[in-house]
């Protein structure tokens, strides 16, 4: 059910299938960009259903963009544990990779990032995020924007 503001939220809540009413607030909040709100909320969601890898996702986005994007350990635990349970996961993957630059370790997160560009493919929404971060790596690799492109579409 999409939301188009918090006057929105109770009405979610009573939806017919509300049956984690703390993971939809949580994930609701996230959506509307309150971050900060919606990570101890996610916490209560995650204490109910704490094997639901999308919970933690959620979470340890919430907690990256609450810090402005930076990566702690404790996001980065959360998205490990997704990674566990489903190595494709795209979000955790996403910010693996923003952690890896962000510690210094470039050529790793272009590496994590230029296959993630590969599974996703025309995705418009994704492409947008990837280049968002992947010329960063690039540069600090020494990778120019063209050979950067050239590796994005090799083998699409």
């Not at 006057?7 to 809540?13: E, R, S, T, V």
């Not at 971050?35 to 996610?42: H, W, Y």
């Not at 916490?43 to 259903?49: G, Y």
């Not at 986005?61 to 795209?90: Q, T, V």
């Amino acid at each position: 059910m999409p939301l188009e503001g918090l006057l929105d939220l109770p009405k979610l809540l009573a939806a017919e299938h509300a049956s984690q009413p703390w993971a939809i607030m949580g994930g609701a909040l996230l959506q509307l960009g309150f971050p900060r709100f919606s990570i101890p909320v996610l916490e209560r969601a995650i204490e109910s259903d704490p094997d639901n890898s999308v919970l933690h996702v959620a979470l340890g986005e919430a907690l990256a963009l609450a810090d402005g994007g930076m990566i702690s350990d404790r996001a980065k635990s959360e998205f490990e544990f997704a990674l566990r349970g489903d190595p494709n996961d795209l979000i955790a993957r996403f910010y693996i990779g923003q952690w890896l630059l962000q510690n210094g370790k470039a050529k790793p997160a272009l590496v994590k990032w230029v296959g993630l560009m590969r599974t996703v493919g025309n995705d418009q929404t994704w492409n947008d995020r990837l280049w968002t971060v992947m010329p960063r790596a690039a540069e600090e690799v020494g990778i120019s924007q063209l050979t950067l492109q050239a590796l994005c579409t090799s083998g699409m």
